[in-house]
């Protein structure tokens, strides 16, 4: 196929496009940006080179001279949503706000772009973007007394948080788009079926929690209470029995 590599090659090392000619109409920003369009619009499985040739008004073997593989394609696509990140010049100096603010953002970036948790993988992780967001992290973490390897780790799992939560909820929210009946309905239907269930006698602890909390579960509370305990394991200053007062408050947001 034109412009694949015949060796392991970065897309970043490559230079924007392969061959000789008149300079082109289009970048490979062009085509990265068209991808993601599509990506937001229909989700992941319609983004094809064919489907971007046909919105750029080109030729589609003409773009493997600029991105070889579709794996390269991907990973111009989660480098350029993770450009979408508000990283201040200097950290706040609060490491826990700064992460807390930067799993948000994550959370929110990929609300808006849906297929971002499906395709993102560690491989993608040495971008552009994806190393001025670790660089930034690490500075904020800077008052964090622990050894560089557990600051990457951190890093990891709250970006690996934030991605299962999101694709959970994305789940959640795409079958609830193909129900027959509205949300509530469905709702109302299955707190019937739990009620009877716990009422058996055969779930005492289950009917001892929803006895405790019985109001709805906020998302975002529980967001912000998922991501607080997470960065308690790490914290020097929380001792193992206790927890920040914040991660005690109640994930009904009550």
């Not at 990973?75 to 508000?86: F, H, I, K, R, T």
């Not at 206790?242 to 009904?252: F, I, L, M, N, P």
Request: charged share 20%.
């Amino acid at each position: 196929m034109a412009g694949r590599a015949a060796e392991p090659e970065v897309i970043w090392a490559r230079p924007e496009r392969a061959g000789r000619g008149p300079k082109p109409a289009y970048s490979r920003r062009d085509i990265v940006d068209a991808a993601v369009r599509i990506a937001d619009a229909d989700g992941i499985d319609a983004v094809s080179m064919r489907r971007i040739a046909a919105e750029l008004g080109c030729g589609t073997m003409s773009l493997y001279n600029y991105v070889p593989r579709k794996e390269d394609l991907y990973e111009l696509m989660v480098d350029a949503v993770s450009g979408e990140y508000q990283l201040p010049e200097e950290p706040s100096g609060d490491w826990r706000a700064d992460m807390t603010g930067i799993a948000r953002q994550g959370r929110a970036i990929m609300y808006r772009h849906p297929w971002l948790p499906r395709i993102m993988t560690t491989a993608y992780g040495f971008s552009p973007n994806a190393l001025a967001f670790l660089e930034w992290c690490l500075a904020c973490l800077t008052p964090l007394g622990i050894p560089a390897g557990l600051k990457m780790q951190l890093i990891a799992m709250v970006n690996g948080t934030v991605m299962a939560t999101v694709a959970n909820e994305h789940a959640i929210a795409e079958r609830a788009r193909g129900l027959p009946w509205s949300e509530a309905e469905e709702q109302a239907v299955r707190g019937a079926y739990l009620g009877s269930q716990l009422a058996s006698g055969r779930y005492p602890h289950l009917a001892g929690l929803f006895a405790e909390a019985p109001a709805p579960i906020d998302a975002d509370a529980v967001f912000t209470l998922t991501i607080t305990r997470l960065l308690d394991s790490f914290d020097p200053e929380v001792g193992a029995a206790g927890g920040s007062a914040e991660s005690a408050g109640s994930v009904t947001g009550a």
